[in-house]
């Protein structure tokens, strides 16, 4: 069982930035295919970004377009969110969720049901 773990997350004021990582746990032959998602009280999970197992391809919901940017941080070989300009409505627990794809594969996806496994989720606030 692959258990993506979370970490980064906590109270912000609006405005100000957040980074949240995603560890993977590294199995051989396994290529790995990684979104973040998000679920504010009362609400259904919802894509925020994700990205390709090679890194080459990346993508975005509206609402965090040109704030958030995911990328890899190959030192600490963790998948990172990074969360500029943030607003109240960004408040939610974030999830990062793990796809195995096999090697070459240049998807990145934004469904949740895409995804084969979960973290157990970091609390983001954000205040006025």
């Known amino acids: 069982q692959v258990q993506p773990v979370e970490s980064g997350g906590g109270s912000v004021q609006a405005g100000r930035s957040l980074r949240l990582s995603c560890e993977v746990p590294e199995r051989t032959n396994d290529n790995w295919a990684v979104g973040w998602f998000r679920q504010a009280p009362g609400q259904e999970r919802e894509f925020v970004a994700a990205m390709s197992a090679s890194g080459g391809r990346t993508d975005y919901a509206d609402s965090v377009q040109g704030r958030f940017t995911i990328g890899r941080d190959n030192v600490k070989k963790t998948i990172d969110l990074q969360m500029n300009s943030l607003k109240p409505e960004d408040t939610a627990v974030y999830y990062c969720?793990?796809?195995?794809?096999?090697?070459?594969?240049?998807?990145?996806?934004?469904?949740?049901?895409?995804?084969?496994?979960w973290g157990q989720g970091t609390q983001v606030t954000v205040s006025t």
């Open positions: 969720a793990a796809k195995s794809v096999y090697f070459g594969n240049a998807w990145s996806f934004t469904d949740v049901k895409d995804y084969d496994y």
